[in-house]
């Protein structure tokens, strides 16, 4: 095993010679540029700065190399290899950002060559190619994008730390987010927020049953395989961009805003829209630290366009917020292809080891104390996540007072939640009122008023009740221990980077 360790340097330190004595005497090779841009780094940039930060410092003849990406990709795994082998960073780690970093320095380099008049563009970014009029097709511009993301995540996972004189001075948001939310809330809304690419959703107030309907979606003839859900695609980009609350319309005014393209960090609203797509899961792969990418088609998604389904999103958030499911297995992203609402409802199955969640547990309600926020609300094929709760949130107490139990509606509910659904003209991700919600859900409205009827009437009876229903309504309320043994490190969301325009 050494053996076979030491000979893998020895070739890549030969490639490494032959790579640099290719490249132009007065440029430095493409990796010493990427290591030296995060060696010197005294005001701890971000990962995804650093990567353009390289390819800034590059000359001509570097990036018009015709160079394999298998061949940059050995040089930088050389390169960061020789450098950091002291640090005890993994050298699959290593390798795995040099493939990504190659694949986004091969692919520049093929459309540097259609450049203006084929001269070297210096300050390379998606806003300045298309300014420039360089020819570049729009899907190009959006792999591009994706491939400096991808290539800033693995970056993330080698980097040394980051020493801060002012520890709000990076992440002030985020840390924000973190102390004045729920674990799980906050990892919904950074879902959200990195989902629509926007940070000033955080604040924003929920939909209610007043809200219209996003347009522009439609349906095929022919459902999703299994029968229950439906198959949808964008008929109308702009229209539904132009409706859309988390895109171009803002109800308070009704104006239509422009694209958020000029934002450095943030990919551009208008190529990434979002709808519902029933069996629509982040796409990720089986890598230990794979980010949840919701910019890239999964294989279980029934449109062709980008989207997830409830599920995904709240195994997302779950993941984004380091919630671990079982408190002896690490926190996966391939995970989110394996969880569906049902298993969220009855997380203490054990029949697959993969779905045994015991970091999801029932609790006992009644008029005192019920729903909360952060709690999991699920049916078979339902899966939400409680934000706001007010005072009486299943509107129990009120009841329990007036010898009512039996007459608790919906219309007495007083929470709201984050969800992804086909609701609103199919609009997906979306944070909601309760009432909105379950006026048109009538599985979770029939459970849940059943649910607050029982923990009503065994309350008179000063017996608590246990969030889950059985047998005519079967629904469950779970929460989450949120104990240091079901906490781990948070899954990274594919240009989440974003969220950082509001620090």
């Not at 890598?287 to 980008?306: H, I």
């Not at 007036?402 to 003209?425: M, Q």
């Not at 889950?468 to 079901?486: F, G, W, Y």
Request: with cysteine.
């Amino acid at each position: 095993m050494q053996l076979r360790k030491i000979n893998k340097q020895i070739i890549l330190f030969g490639l490494s010679l032959f790579l640099i004595s290719c490249a132009d005497k007065k440029g430095s090779s493409t990796s010493e540029t990427i290591l030296q841009a995060v060696q010197d780094d005294p005001s701890c940039s971000r990962s995804i700065d650093l990567v353009w930060k390289s390819i800034y410092a590059l000359d001509e003849s570097e990036v018009l190399m015709k160079l394999s990406s298998e061949d940059v990709s050995a040089q930088i795994a050389y390169d960061f290899l020789k450098t950091w082998e002291s640090r005890g960073i993994e050298e699959e780690q290593i390798e795995a950002f040099a493939d990504k970093y190659s694949l986004f320095y091969s692919r520049l380099a093929e459309i540097q060559k259609r450049s203006v008049q084929g001269k070297w563009v210096k300050r390379v970014s998606l806003i300045e190619f298309e300014s420039l009029g360089s020819g570049l097709e729009e899907l190009e511009l959006e792999e591009l994008h994706l491939l400096a993301f991808e290539a800033a995540e693995e970056l993330d996972n080698i980097r040394p730390s980051c020493e801060l004189t002012d520890p709000l001075s990076k992440g002030r948001f985020i840390d924000e987010l973190k102390r004045n939310n729920h674990p799980l809330v906050y990892g919904a809304k950074k879902v959200m927020m990195t989902a629509y690419q926007d940070c000033k959703l955080a604040d924003k107030a929920p939909l209610n049953h007043k809200s219209h309907g996003v347009e522009g979606i439609a349906e095929y003839p022919e459902g999703y395989p299994d029968g229950v859900g439906s198959r949808r695609y964008i008929l109308n980009r702009d229209l539904l961009y132009n409706t859309h609350h988390y895109y171009g319309y803002r109800p308070l005014t009704g104006r239509i805003l422009a694209s958020n393209n000029n934002a450095s960090l943030c990919l551009d609203q208008k190529k990434y829209l979002m709808i519902y797509d029933y069996g629509g899961k982040p796409a990720t792969s089986t890598k230990a630290n794979s980010s949840l990418n919701m910019f890239r088609n999964a294989v279980t998604a029934a449109s062709p366009d980008l989207g997830t389904d409830c599920s995904g999103f709240v195994f997302s958030a779950l993941a984004s917020a380091g919630l671990k499911l079982n408190p002896d297995k690490k926190m996966v992203a391939s995970h989110v292809y394996m969880i569906g609402a049902n298993n969220l409802r009855t997380p203490d199955s054990q029949y697959n080891s993969i779905v045994y969640m015991p970091c999801l547990q029932k609790v006992s309600m009644n008029k005192q104390s019920n729903l909360q926020s952060g709690d999991i609300i699920s049916t078979r094929y339902h899966t939400v996540i409680v934000g706001r709760v007010g005072s009486d949130p299943l509107g129990i107490k009120k009841a329990a007072n007036k010898n009512r139990c039996s007459k608790i509606s919906y219309k007495d509910f007083d929470y709201d939640l984050y969800h992804s659904d086909p609701g609103k003209g199919a609009i997906g991700i979306h944070h909601i009122t309760s009432y909105g919600h379950l006026r048109h859900s009538s599985g979770m409205r029939k459970g849940l008023e059943a649910l607050a009827q029982k923990i009503c009437a065994n309350s008179l009876k000063n017996k608590s009740t246990l969030s889950r229903l059985n047998k005519d309504h079967k629904i469950s309320i779970v929460r989450h221990k949120n104990t240091p043994e079901c906490k781990g490190p948070e899954v990274s969301l594919t240009a989440e980077t974003c969220l950082s325009e509001c620090d």
